[in-house]
């Protein structure tokens, strides 16, 4: 039992990482980019091809996948994201999805369609006994990297002064501006920081997940659903729904194998039918 709730709480954790920059562009910047998970592509692509082609340590290639995603991020946010803030949410979400869909091209040119496998350093590999359980070293490194990224972005955005700049430019950009806040650049890093935890939740990926040129697709639904059940106007709403859909989803598939895929789903429905703002949002004042 220890063992899944550990599995459980690792994929969660991960896919909090992988959904928080969603989270911050669609909750904090009314921007709904579906091809967030695009840039986590790119940052678990980056991983194995350093690994496999250039033989760089796993744990370089971590900041290394946050850089790039991040770089990336903010050149397409520079070039191409900017024109559509002001744009309608059905444009924003075709832009998005046309996006996801040329990346897919993309990888599916340079590396084929086949799934891609990292062999992780023997020292993350191992397993270990604790209280009866069969614990991976993998999975408890990924809490506690996932841990201390939570706590820092919870502390960024609620103790800083750009946090409050970024809520002001959120809440009023107009007043924002007037007050010399320069609101295109808040917008800029926010972005760029967004895309580059999708990249290192991605190569943190690599250890759990396969990756494939349909990634953004098949893990748009997961993100979607961490968005759903958590709600858009806390951090800590998406990363509770993240642990609680992670531990959902191993258990189910653990003991329930035939319809354990659906849990989540199922989970999902209800929480969209009682609280539609998101099990773990702030209810909109009347």
Same mark, same amino acid.
């Given at each position: 039992?220890?063992?899944?709730?550990l599995?459980?709480?690792?994929?969660?954790?991960?896919?909090?990482?992988?959904?928080?920059?969603?989270?911050?562009?669609?909750?904090?910047?009314n921007? *709904?980019?579906?091809?967030?998970?695009?840039f986590?592509?790119?940052?678990?692509?980056l991983?194995?091809?350093?690994?496999?082609?250039?033989?760089?340590?796993?744990?370089?290639c971590?900041?290394?996948?946050?850089?790039?995603?991040?770089?990336?991020?903010?050149?397409?946010?520079?070039?191409?994201?900017?024109?559509?803030?002001?744009?309608?949410?059905?444009?924003?979400?075709?832009?998005?999805?046309?996006?996801?869909?040329?990346?897919?091209?993309?990888?599916?040119?340079?590396?084929?369609?086949?799934?891609? *496998?990292v062999?992780?350093?023997e020292?993350?590999?191992?397993?270990?006994?604790?209280?009866?359980?069969?614990?991976?070293?993998?999975?408890?490194?990924? *809490?506690a990297?996932?841990?201390?990224?939570?706590?820092?972005?919870?502390?960024?955005?609620?103790?800083?002064?750009?946090?409050?700049?970024?809520?002001?430019a959120?809440?009023?950009?107009?007043?924002?501006?007037?007050?010399?806040?320069?609101?295109?650049?808040?917008?800029?890093?926010?972005?760029?920081?967004?895309?580059?935890?999708a990249?290192?939740?991605g190569?943190?990926?690599?250890?759990?997940?396969?990756?494939?040129?349909?990634?953004?697709?098949?893990?748009?639904?997961?993100?979607?659903?961490?968005?759903?059940?958590?709600?858009?106007?806390?951090?800590t709403?998406?990363?509770?729904?993240?642990?609680?859909?992670?531990?959902?989803?191993?258990?189910?598939?653990?003991?329930?194998?035939?319809?354990g895929?659906?849990? *989540?789903?199922?989970?999902?429905?209800?929480?969209?039918?009682?609280?539609?703002?998101?099990?773990?949002?702030?209810?909109?004042?009347?």
């Amino acid at each position: 039992m220890l063992t899944i709730l550990l599995d459980g709480i690792a994929y969660g954790m991960l896919l909090f990482i992988l959904a928080v920059g969603l989270c911050v562009t669609l909750g904090l910047m009314n921007f *709904i980019n579906l091809a967030h998970g695009t840039f986590a592509m790119a940052g678990g692509y980056l991983t194995i091809t350093l690994m496999q082609k250039a033989g760089v340590p796993f744990l370089l290639c971590l900041p290394a996948a946050f850089i790039f995603a991040a770089v990336l991020g903010l050149v397409l946010e520079r070039t191409l994201y900017r024109h559509l803030y002001d744009k309608t949410h059905l444009d924003q979400v075709l832009f998005s999805i046309g996006l996801v869909f040329i990346s897919i091209a993309m990888v599916d040119y340079a590396y084929g369609a086949n799934q891609q *496998i990292v062999n992780l350093p023997e020292y993350l590999t191992g397993r270990f006994s604790f209280l009866g359980a069969s614990i991976g070293v993998y999975r408890v490194f990924v *809490i506690a990297i996932c841990g201390l990224l939570v706590v820092s972005l919870q502390l960024v955005l609620t103790m800083t002064r750009f946090g409050s700049r970024l809520r002001a430019a959120v809440d009023d950009g107009r007043v924002a501006r007037g007050m010399g806040i320069d609101v295109t650049r808040i917008f800029a890093v926010t972005f760029a920081v967004g895309s580059g935890l999708a990249g290192l939740g991605g190569a943190l990926g690599t250890g759990i997940i396969s990756f494939d040129p349909t990634f953004p697709l098949k893990y748009m639904i997961y993100f979607l659903i961490v968005i759903s059940v958590g709600g858009t106007t806390t951090i800590t709403g998406p990363f509770l729904a993240a642990i609680l859909l992670g531990v959902a989803d191993v258990a189910g598939k653990y003991y329930v194998p035939a319809v354990g895929g659906f849990i *989540i789903y199922t989970i999902m429905v209800v929480v969209l039918i009682v609280r539609p703002q998101g099990l773990f949002a702030r209810a909109a004042a009347k």
